[in-house]
C-alpha cells in the first residue's frame, strides 16, 4: 500500500472499481491509501446497492475530455430494445461512498432514491492521479446497444489516456498540454500530432479559442458582448522542424474564464478529425479552500524520523504515548553563590566608596 501510494505521487495512475469488497466495505478506510480514494471512505459505508440505476453526466463534467463524447452517445441510447427491456444508460449495482473530497471531480453520476450519488470520480494527488468507479455493471454496456457499446469504449479509452497523462485526442488528432491548469496572464503551449501518412501540403491545421464564461459580474459592456457572441479567435498553429505530422500552438489566457479550445484536421477540404477542450482558467484554489491533511505523508515522514503520527481524533493514544515516553524526575543542584571568599568584601567596600564621593560631591555631609 505505501509502493502504490508513493507510486501515484510521484506521477503513477490508479482506478479503484467498484465491487462487493471495495472502498470502505473492502477494510480500507484508515490505511495508507485512503487519500487516494476520491471520496471519503469509511467502515461503516452500506454494502453494495443492486438495482438499475440512471446514469448522466453533471453539467460541471459535459466539457471534460473522459465524459465529453460519452454524454453524447448515451443522450442518444434508447430506452428499451427490441425486446422491450430497458436498455438505457443504466448500471445495475453502486457502492454508496461518502462525500467528495476536496479537489475532486465529479464525472458520471446515478439517481438512487432521491438523492444523486457520484459514480465516477477523478482526483490529483501528487503529480498523479487516481480515479473511482462506484459500479461493477459498468461492461453490461457493451451488450445493451450499439450507443451504448460505443459510449463504454469511448470512457476508458479517453480515462486511460487522461490519468496516465497520455495524449488527449481521438483516432487521429493528439494533443497534449504542457500543463495540467493555467492561471490567468500564463501563457500555454500544446503541442498536436496528427497519426496517418499524407502528401506534402495536404494536411493543414486551424485552431480557435473562444470564451465560454468569465464567472465574473459582467459589468463590463465590451465585455458581456463578446461573451454572449461567443467569439472565437484564431490561434497560430506551426509545424514542428523535423517532426512529421506534428505542430505546436501557443496561446495566452488573459483573464479569469472558462475557454474551449478546438482544432480542427483537414486533408485538403476534408474534414479528418475535431479535438475540443475546455480550459478553466483561474487560481489553483478558491478562496476559503477546505485544504485536507495528508495522512499518509505525515505518517511516512514520521516513520522515516522515528516518531509517530497521530491523527486528531487518537489525541489520547497520544497522551499515553507522551506519559509512557516520559519519565518526571528532580535532580539537585547545589551552586555556591561566592567562588571567592574576598570578592564580596570588595563589592561591598567599592559601593561604600562611590556613594561617600557622591554626597561630597552633592554637600550632603
Sequence with gaps: ??????????????IFLGGEYSFGQGGYSRTVIEPLFPWRI??????????????????????HSIVSEMSRLIGQAPASNERGQASG???????LSGPL???????????????TVSVVALQRFGQGQTMGVATNTLWKWTHASDVLKQAYSHFWRQSVRNVSQWEEGERFVGVKWDKKGYKPGEQARTTIRVAGRYNPGQLHLKATLTILDTGYSMLDTRRESRIENRESRLVSVEPVMGRENTFRAEMVFSERAE???EVQAYVGEKLLESYKKTLVVGPGLNEGANLEVDHAFLDNLAMQSGGAYFRET????????????????????????????????????????????????????
Design 89 to 95: 444508460a443504466t448500471i445495475e449495482s453502486i457502492n
Design 101 to 115: 473530497r476536496s479537489g475532486a471531480i465529479n464525472l458520471l453520476d446515478a439517481s438512487v432514491g432521491n438523492r
Design 259 to 261: 475557454y474551449l479550445f
Design 1 to 14: 500500500m505505501q509502493a502504490l501510494v508513493e507510486y501515484v505521487r510521484e506521477g503513477g495512475a490508479v
Design 42 to 63: 469509511s467502515a461503516g459505508e452500506p454494502e453494495l446497492q443492486t438495482g438499475r440505476f440512471t446514469v448522466n453526466v453533471p453539467l460541471s463534467a459535459a466539457n
Design 314 to 365: 487518537d489525541f489520547e493514544n497520544l497522551v499515553e504515548t507522551l506519559r509512557s515516553k516520559v519519565i518526571d524526575y528532580a535532580v539537585s543542584v547545589e551552586i555556591p553563590l561566592v567562588q571567592d571568599k574576598y570578592i564580596y568584601i570588595l563589592i561591598f567596600l567599592g559601593i561604600l566608596m562611590l556613594e561617600w564621593t557622591m554626597r561630597r560631591k552633592m554637600n550632603l555631609f
